[in-house]
């Protein structure tokens, strides 16, 4: 087995542009926000960086494909930049990009940035588009969360469970996640809402209503990486560094054979095993501290917390009502407010999990300030739909030494 | 004159959609600007769901013909209809790819008038005594009206489907005749959404009246067959009674004169006559004579005597399709048919274009649901990829075809979505797994609230997967629709 990124690269700096229906602002200048606070946070000059990868996914209804757009937002110094897109994990593949870049030695310094305007449709929910031209022929005429909301149907029929009950550990997830939101500033979404309001919403897709999916927004993040003997070098202490960087892709088994049942992500579970190797976790539910999952919908974020092994099959729900993810819980789970709060601006979600751990590692969480210090963060993404997706798994921690 | 070779119809079936829209609502609804419709406000007429066409109609009603026959014994296929959605497209050819057919039996369409479907049987019957193999005759219609017309009310949407070849079968053709006269009752221009209708009074007595006897009474007289000893006369009544008097001025007793399908269905245009034909034959006894007329610029007679051979069941009649129903308001069907604009919103502007390169390459896949099943390790798979899925297999270029288009299937999982953009909302879709293995997540149509959950029995149903407003293109797939519990 490869010997893996654990503790070979560290944080230098990060940024996050505030979230939100940012009717004054392009993708372009949500780039610049997020990269002039990771610069400063990073004490570098632009000139420093020697790589850069930009991550956007619907660049239909942004800024085009390439990543001509970043280098000219930016105005980079005609290096290597590469855009990437892999769903709703792209953020995450930019850091990957940049930290295997810090790794391998290419780069001394080197950036990740994701970016996304979706709020240029004129309507809510994700950008309306081809699926590809074999695809738009025969793929159901399917929304994003009526995909997700496939998972409850499985996950009732395979718990036995009733569906008022996991409506209501749906709903708690929510009000956790708004509870948390509201005290974040950067969040789209800072209002709290109460049980009852979630569940007697307008359904947007049996059995999900308007509270159990994400917002919609516009939004950038970013993170300058580097090695830890140049963190050092620039008199940086305490550092924030890579353990685990884990993806998974669908082959077209969940899709096509009837060996999976429907009721959770198969990649997940898949690169939860390889990065908790990677970080050496043995036993997630007692060593992560805090957790930043992919809660496109509730549902996504309960059956996630299973496959990340951390609560038993069949457990979540029971952990959920019991406060075990609340802010003041064993494992916060979104305790920035999550895809619920900031909305999911995809090229830059995975990017903002990752800053909120870095402010909490580094003690810069304001009012979500954790009690305990950190020791393990994980961030998770998960792009696509529970039948054929994409899920990347970060994990970072204090640099050891 | 009888044929030189004995033919009959080797096997029957039919189609109504199940959507049904109450009459008393419409006159009630329109009593304000047409409170003539008050007397036809009786009982229910089929209604299309968004979904359906005179296309998928017949592909119905051809499945159901067919059941269990091996289908590279039909050799020729004739669509009648006069709704036949391609003017330019062989609307035929669609429905022979989506049944599977063999690719050198040859297709046509029929329209042009309420006797297509008459036609079409004429057809079939000729093509079968010169041929050694079977020839399938399928017949549909989904007519349109102007609201608050005689004609919103009088119409209904069907599709019939027979199997015509050498002996006598079900029913023996004893004989047939034609009579083509350009007595214009109604028309509608190539370019036109409706029918522009005449005088019922000079309809009914200078048309029907006159016309029907002395087609029949040509045909009786060739066949030798006295009209007392017709058993059953099938003659669609789009004029309320109409089918009565003319068999009285044929000289066939009222009671022999069959039911129009008015309760559940209504005239069903150029399938109307075929339709009333199956009704027939499901409770036909050995030696009943049935007289079948398609009226129309003239018209087509059809004498068939009923050979007591069983017909197939419950499975190939027409009673198990008016049983079989849900309501659809006024409203609905309005927006349905677009006699209504709704708006739709931004979504609905998304652009349903077609690449037709891909839809042929593809066009085992998306017209008879062919996926494939692995060489290696016998794993059934859909779409047919080039790798086998099983991850023990991943057999490389392995996968024969394999149709799913009548397999059993299961909901594995499912959800209602109010997002998504769908003429009729919610739309349901869910992943459906079929008994030989193999799973796909589709589109489902004709689903109740309530009627589907994780288990539910589905059958693949050949629909409209997208309408293309820009171009004029509908694309075809399969869905899954809930087993009716009688089938269950």
Redesign the interface.
Same mark, same amino acid.
């Given at each position: 087995m490869a010997t893996g990124i654990r503790d070979r690269v560290v944080i230098l700096g990060m940024g996050c542009s505030r979230f939100g229906e940012r009717w004054d602002a392009d993708a372009e200048r949500l780039m610049v926000e997020a990269f002039g606070e990771a610069r400063a946070d990073a004490g570098i000059d632009a000139s420093e960086i020697d790589g850069a990868w930009f991550s956007t996914s619907q660049e239909e209804t942004s800024v085009g494909k390439s990543s001509v757009p970043m280098a000219t937002a930016l105005r980079l110094g005609y290096i290597p930049v590469s855009r990437v897109e892999n769903q709703c994990a792209s953020g995450t593949e930019a850091f990957r990009a940049a930290v295997y870049a810090v790794a391998s030695g290419a780069c001394d310094i080197a950036l990740a940035l994701g970016s996304e305007k979706l709020k240029d449709? =004129? &309507?809510g =929910?994700l950008p309306?588009?081809?699926r590809g031209? %074999?695809n738009?022929? &025969?793929?159901?005429? %399917?929304?994003t969360?009526? #995909?997700f909301?496939? #998972?409850?149907?499985?996950y009732?029929?395979k718990h036995r469970v009733p569906a008022a009950d996991l409506k209501r550990a749906m709903a708690h997830i929510s009000v956790k996640s708004h509870d948390n939101g509201a005290l974040n500033p950067k969040a789209h979404l800072r209002r709290r809402i109460t049980m009852d309001a979630v569940l007697e919403a307008?359904?947007?897709?049996? !059995? #999900?209503g308007l509270y159990d999916c994400c917002g919609v927004s516009d939004g950038a993040a970013a993170a300058i990486v580097t090695t830890p003997e140049i963190a050092r070098a620039r008199g940086r202490r305490d550092l924030v560094s890579v353990k685990a960087l884990q993806l998974s892709v669908s082959?077209? #088994?969940e899709?096509? *054979?009837?060996?999976w049942? =429907?009721s959770y992500f198969m990649t997940t579970r898949h690169a939860a095993r390889r990065a908790y190797a990677e970080a050496g976790i043995a036993n997630p539910r007692e060593q992560l501290s805090l957790i930043e999952v992919h809660d496109c919908f509730s549902i996504t974020e309960l059956v996630t917390l299973e496959d990340l092994g951390i609560s038993p099959e069949g457990g979540a729900v029971a952990d959920v009502l019991d406060g075990f993810y609340d802010a003041d819980g064993t494992v916060p789970c979104q305790i920035d407010g999550g895809l619920k709060c900031f909305g999911h601006p995809i090229g830059a979600s995975g990017l903002r999990m990752l800053y909120e751990l870095y402010l909490q590692m580094t003690e810069r969480a304001g009012e979500r300030q954790m009690a305990r210090e950190p020791r393990f963060g994980l961030t998770h993404n998960l792009g696509g739909? !529970? *039948?054929a997706n994409v899920c990347s798994i970060t994990i970072l921690g204090r640099q050891a030494g | 004159m009888p044929s030189a070779v004995d033919v009959g119809i080797a096997a029957c079936g039919a189609y109504v959609p199940r959507l049904r829209l109450s009459r008393a609502e419409v006159a009630s609804a329109q009593a304000w600007v047409n409170p003539g419709l008050r007397p036809l406000a009786r009982a229910e007429r089929s209604v299309c769901g968004w979904d359906e066409d005179a296309i998928t109609m017949a592909v119905e009603a051809a499945r159901a013909t067919l059941a269990d026959r091996d289908r590279a014994t039909i050799g020729r296929a004739y669509l009648g209809s006069t709704t036949a959605p391609y003017a330019d497209r062989l609307n035929g050819g669609v429905v022979s790819g989506a049944l599977g057919l063999r690719e050198d039996a040859a297709a046509f369409d029929v329209g042009g008038s309420m006797r297509a479907g008459t036609s079409a049987l004429l057809a079939a019957f000729d093509a079968a005594a010169a041929r050694e193999d079977d020839v399938l005759c399928v017949a549909a219609d989904r007519r349109r009206a102007a609201a608050a017309t005689q004609q919103e009310l009088v119409i209904g949407h069907a599709a019939a489907a027979l199997v015509v070849g050498r002996g006598p079968g079900i029913a023996r053709l004893l004989g047939h005749a034609s009579l083509t006269v350009d007595f214009v009752d109604h028309f509608r221009a190539a370019d036109r959404e409706f029918d522009y209708q005449w005088e019922e009074r000079w309809v009914r007595d200078e048309g029907y009246l006159k016309l029907v006897p002395r087609l029949v009474g040509d045909l009786l007289a060739q066949t030798g067959v006295a009209a007392r000893d017709i058993a059953r006369f099938c003659l669609p009544s789009p004029i309320r009674r109409v089918d009565q008097q003319v068999a009285r001025a044929i000289g066939i007793a009222a009671e022999r004169v069959s039911d129009p399908l008015s309760d559940g269905c209504g005239d069903s245009g150029a399938a109307h006559p075929l339709l009333m034909l199956v009704h027939a034959l499901e409770s036909a006894r050995a030696g009943d004579k049935i007289l079948v007329v398609g009226f129309g610029q003239g018209g087509d007679a059809i004498l068939l005597e009923a050979t007591g051979a069983p017909t197939g069941g419950a499975a190939a009649g027409v009673t198990r399709w008016l049983d079989r129903r849900a309501s659809c308001s006024y409203p609905r069907y309005l927006a349905l048919d677009g006699l209504v604009k709704l708006d739709r919103g931004i979504r609905a502007e998304a652009d349903k274009g077609s690449a037709l390169t891909a839809a042929y390459r593809h066009r085992d896949f998306l017209l008879s649901l062919t996926g494939g099943r692995c060489d290696a390790c016998g794993t059934h798979q859909i779409p047919r990829g080039d790798i086998c899925v099983d991850p023990d297999c991943h057999a490389v270029g392995a996968l024969a075809p394999h149709s799913f288009a009548e397999s059993a299937g299961r909901v594995a999982t499912w959800s209602a979505d109010r997002l998504t953009f769908t003429p009729d909302p919610p739309a349901y879709y869910g992943t459906v797994d079929f008994a030989e293995g193999g799973r796909l997540l589709m589109d489902f149509a004709d689903v109740d609230e309530g009627a589907v959950d994780v288990g539910t029995p589905m059958r693949m149903v050949f629909r409209i997967k997208d309408r293309d407003p820009v171009r004029g293109f509908a694309r075809y797939f399969w869905k899954a629709a809930p087993v009716a519990a009688e089938e269950a």
């Open positions: 449709t =004129g &309507y =929910g309306q588009r081809t031209r %074999v738009d022929l &025969y793929w159901a005429n %399917v929304s969360p009526g #995909l909301a496939q #998972l409850a149907a499985a009732r029929a307008p359904i947007v897709a049996e !059995p #999900l082959n077209g #088994l899709a096509q *054979h009837q060996s049942d =429907g739909a !529970p *039948h | -």
